[in-house]
């Protein structure tokens, strides 16, 4: 039964591919007539998305968004058949390189027919989901739980999959189907590298970056409506085109080479559009991705006279994020949710404090998820703990270090490298310093670092080829390959398999127990009875019970939510952490994850922002 799930996903990621390329195709044929499937198939995830974005501003992601997406991709595959077919015959010769592909693909499917684990897909990304397809873009609905406000595209797309014979299996695909994009574009590089021929820079850096993508693929979490790998597989597909771009000397040398330089020219612009993607879909990138995009955006101004794509590539991410920053004021009235920096006016805005609040969460989940330690005491233990986090941490930081020591120790005769692919660095340092600062959470920070590790590491491995003549790249293959290893069968690795030994079908989300209550004004919200995961739950249901919540409108939930921005949390979470005090205080982080049922609750009764050891004030209520 397992084998037969698996199935089901292989050919729903094979129909999701080609009608991918197909809207794709539609949209590159009015810029370009030099593209590739795979350069298709990420604009038409690009494309996509922005629909959805578009469409879920006035309509519910129903099944007539997902019309209007398929019939655009049939037609576009039919009007560009004969490039495609070409392109078919072209991958089918390629057998190994094909059969290869295949059982990675496989094995992904097979990982993702299982149940999902994902804790926040339970906590809010299934309700998301949920009110995606119900209403058009809800305006406060980070009021009825503050991290509906994190609007993230993947559960745009995640929406328009739970419709038909996915409906209620739609978080089985999204995961795995990015990492098998990824992976397509990828394995020819792999294949040149291991091959030993005509090995370029940009073959390391993708060897390298193949490394995580392993990682990921065999222990990450593929099931589920998780954000963090999608939005990483973006950024790193977008710094492998631009570090490509950055090592050509030059784009356009003579009339014959015209066509492959608009080739070039246009990946970089998918590229700069894709990093956009990507903070729509996790905003933990913002840095590294914009400055990722001001070198794509740089590379494309300087061949301006050439082509029109550096104005269609700023024009594509003008309206890709556009409609995410209109959705992201109407949940919460803050265009970059948790921070509170320009905020719209309107009664259905969350009130600043509680911004501030969760703002301050995602900074201590950062700092403590791994350690528990809290304060200014988190530096140390968190440094413990992020050293043996052996894919996050000590591999892709190891690949650096090792390359900045081959950099500066070996020296080739006439430097014949190339390394204007360094400036990646400004990004990927940039990145993973916003990260540290923000919440140095490892998956938080996932393509700065691995972006570093294959910028710093493929043009080391480039130096020490030409200056050490005895160095061959199946020694450093070897080592790569050791490296996956490491990680794979790193502490705790049979859990991701274990979970497929009693799947007989297909797996549906739990279903929590839950208890209605009603707010002041008579609004009935449902509460998980044990923890804070509504997972699928009615409509309203939210783990953080609060009083002072109205609709805007009492006929229709679509015109939203206002409140005064009170929350209620359990009383034996705060006993927990604080001892049995009438006035106290404890993490949001603590008391939120340890949320337990039938006991007296406790109200936050002002918030200052956060207090020096982050903690916020609360009083007993009943």
Request: charged share 15%; glycine share 8%.
């Amino acid at each position: 039964m397992l084998g037969l799930v698996a199935g089901c996903i292989v050919l729903t990621w094979m129909a999701c591919g080609i009608l991918l390329i197909g809207i794709g195709s539609l949209t590159l044929r009015a810029f370009s007539q030099a593209f590739s499937a795979l350069d298709a198939l990420w604009v038409g995830l690009i494309t996509s998305a922005t629909f959805l974005a578009i469409w879920n501003l006035f309509w519910p992601i129903s099944s007539s968004a997902d019309y209007w997406l398929v019939c655009s991709g049939i037609l576009g595959v039919y009007w560009q058949r004969r490039q495609l077919l070409g392109e078919a015959r072209e991958i089918l010769s390629r057998k190994i390189l094909l059969a290869v592909y295949a059982a990675i693909c496989a094995a992904i499917a097979f990982r993702a027919a299982g149940p999902c684990e994902y804790y926040d897909t339970g906590l809010y990304g299934a309700q998301m989901v949920r009110w995606a397809q119900a209403y058009p873009a809800v305006f406060g609905l980070a009021n009825v739980h503050g991290r509906l406000g994190f609007n993230s595209l993947v559960f745009s797309i995640d929406a328009a999959l739970g419709h038909g014979p996915w409906s209620n299996f739609y978080f089985h695909l999204f995961g795995g189907f990015s990492f098998c994009v990824l992976w397509s574009a990828l394995l020819p590089a792999c294949s040149r590298v291991i091959r030993g021929e005509d090995i370029e820079a940009s073959d390391w850096f993708r060897a390298i970056v193949a490394v995580a993508l392993s990682i990921w693929s065999a222990r990450g979490f593929v099931v589920g409506t998780t954000t963090d790998e999608p939005s990483a597989v973006l950024c790193l597909a977008a710094a492998a085109m631009i570090f490509e771009a950055l090592q050509q000397k030059q784009f356009v040398i003579d009339a014959s080479s015209a066509m492959d330089s608009s080739h070039r020219l246009l990946k970089l612009a998918i590229a700069a559009t894709l990093l956009v993607l990507a903070v729509t879909f996790k905003l933990s990138v913002i840095v590294f991705a914009f400055l990722s995009w001001i070198l794509a955006f740089t590379i494309l101004y300087s061949a301006r006279k050439q082509s029109r794509l550096p104005w269609v590539a700023g024009g594509a991410g003008i309206s890709v994020l556009a409609p995410w920053l209109a959705g992201r004021v109407i949940l919460s009235g803050y265009p970059f949710f948790p921070n509170s920096s320009f905020a719209f006016s309107g009664d259905w805005r969350v009130p600043r404090a509680i911004a501030d609040m969760y703002e301050a969460w995602v900074q201590i989940w950062g700092r403590t998820e791994l350690t528990g330690a809290e304060g200014v005491g988190w530096l140390r233990p968190w440094l413990h703990a992020a050293i043996r986090h052996r894919a996050g941490f000590q591999v892709p930081m190891g690949i650096a270090l090792i390359g900045f020591a081959a950099l500066i120790v070996v020296r080739t005769p006439a430097r014949s490298i190339q390394m204007r692919g360094i400036w990646l660095l400004l990004p990927s340092i940039s990145g993973i310093l916003f990260w540290f600062w923000k919440s140095p959470d490892p998956r938080f920070g996932q393509p700065a670092i691995w972006t570093l590790a294959a910028t710093v590491g493929s043009l080391a491995i480039e130096q020490a080829r030409a200056g050490l003549k005895l160095l061959r790249p199946r020694f450093i293959v070897s080592a790569l390959a050791v490296a996956i290893i490491w990680c794979l069968f790193s502490f705790g690795w049979r859990r991701a398999y274990q979970v497929l030994e009693p799947v007989d079908g297909f797996s549906g989300l739990p279903s929590p127990e839950i208890a209605a209550r009603h707010t002041s004004s008579g609004l009935t919200v449902y509460v998980p009875v044990k923890g804070n995961q509504c997972w699928e739950s009615a409509l309203v249901c939210t783990p953080y019970f609060d009083e002072s919540l109205e609709m805007r409108s009492p006929s229709n939930m679509r015109w939203g939510f206002r409140s005064e921005g009170l929350l209620e949390l359990p009383d034996a979470a705060l006993l927990k952490n604080r001892g049995n005090s009438p006035n106290g205080t404890c993490t949001y982080f603590s008391c939120a994850s340890t949320a337990t049922p039938n006991v007296a609750l406790w109200k936050m009764d002002r918030i200052r922002g956060p207090l020096k050891n982050g903690s916020f004030n609360w009083v007993k209520t009943k």
